[in-house]
């Protein structure tokens, strides 16, 4: 006889998915929609063994206070950069789902065995019925990585009964910001250890990467030479790029160079290839999203005639990035090393 449990779990399914032609309707109707469904996802998850229950924690997420009462058991995360923050945290007995990883050869190697018996919920945007299907008591994402309004969000999962986390970097998507900073990456990381109950785990990783990252700022310090920067994502008759809220561009001020989109006021987004030329990049950062791959992208420059008279094309100044590395994460720091190498190597050691 099936439990009472797996009853009310499949009567919450159904309810939602009765209701995923909503899902393109704005947040607040997508609320409403969800909202049906809350009582009996709150009723299954407070029995739900191993949640510890705790003093209430207060946490700022995208400028606004988000009240963590439990320890979560059940999370999904989505995004490789974000799930690689994860690993690196030694959470991966909390995972019951990842997305956003369309190849588990992009992570880390040491990382990959870890995610040998965690399900593949995605390997594109969200889905809600495999999301609930996994039962999460908590979602970490970001905007524009699986969050988006009119589909899945922080507050449509509050509804749920689903409490969640938001990638520092893309709020900017939500809310205004002065700034992107690698203190942006080491933040979130410090929230996840006190959001797990893990903070000694955090506070260590943290402390050793805040600590590189000084070594080289410092070495830089009295450096004034600012080689100019082009963070070329993707894109043929546009080119993706990165403006001044985008975690390359912290990567790029921290390793002593200058991003030649800071003008650009949001974080991943078009420029124009006649800013480019007009800019005249010393270096290129290419960022590696499969998407063509790297060498194709790298020959894609090349060979593009109007690009042929930059200094980075004619003495083919190329520095090579995974996603992971120039989207928040636990490799950010290793990341800007190299390109403070490249940039300066006078004053930074070969990695």
């Given at each position: 006889m099936k439990s009472n449990?797996?009853?009310?779990?499949q009567l919450l399914v159904s309810c939602c998915l009765k209701r995923s032609a909503l899902m393109t309707m704005a947040s607040l109707a997508l609320a409403l929609t969800?909202?049906?469904c809350s009582d009996h996802r709150t009723e299954d998850t407070s029995v739900m063994p191993g949640k510890a229950a705790r003093a209430p924690l207060s946490i700022e997420v995208c400028g606004r206070p988000v009240v963590y009462d439990k320890v979560p058991q059940r999370a999904v995360v989505h995004g490789i950069n974000l799930l690689e923050m994860f690993l690196a945290l030694g959470l991966q007995d909390r995972l019951v789902g990842y997305g956003g990883l369309r190849d588990i050869q992009r992570l880390p190697k040491a990382m990959q065995p870890l995610l040998a018996q965690v399900p593949d919920l995605s390997s594109q945007g969200m889905n809600l019925e495999t999301l609930l299907n996994a039962e999460p008591d908590f979602v970490f994402s970001g905007w524009s990585y699986g969050f988006r309004q009119g589909q899945i969000t922080p507050a449509s999962l509050q509804e749920l009964g689903i409490a969640s986390y938001v990638l520092s970097e893309s709020c900017i998507r939500q809310v205004a910001r002065e700034r992107v900073s690698l203190e942006d990456t080491f933040s979130d990381l410090l929230?996840?250890?006190?959001?797990?109950?893990i903070e000694a785990r955090a506070g260590a990783l943290?402390?050793?990467?805040?600590?590189?990252?000084?070594?080289?700022?410092?070495?830089?310090?009295?450096?004034?030479?600012?080689?100019?920067v082009f963070v070329f994502d993707s894109g043929t008759d546009i080119p993706v790029t990165t403006g001044r809220y985008a975690m390359p561009h912290a990567m790029i001020e921290a390793a002593g160079g200058s991003n030649i989109f800071d003008d650009l006021n949001s974080s991943w987004m078009r420029g124009n290839w006649e800013d480019v030329i007009a800019r005249d990049p010393d270096w290129i950062v290419i960022v590696d999203n499969d998407r063509p791959t790297a060498d194709g992208k790298r020959q894609f420059l090349l060979a593009k005639p109007e690009l042929s008279q930059l200094k980075a094309i004619r003495e083919q100044k190329f520095v090579l990035m995974d996603f992971s590395e120039a989207t928040p994460g636990p490799r950010n720091v290793e990341a800007t090393r190299r390109l403070a190498h490249a940039l300066h190597p006078a004053h930074i050691p070969r990695p």
């Open positions: 449990r797996y009853m009310r779990k969800l909202s049906a929230n996840l250890g006190r959001i797990f109950d943290v402390r050793g990467q805040r600590a590189e990252l000084q070594r080289i700022t410092d070495a830089l310090k009295d450096q004034v030479d600012k080689p100019r």
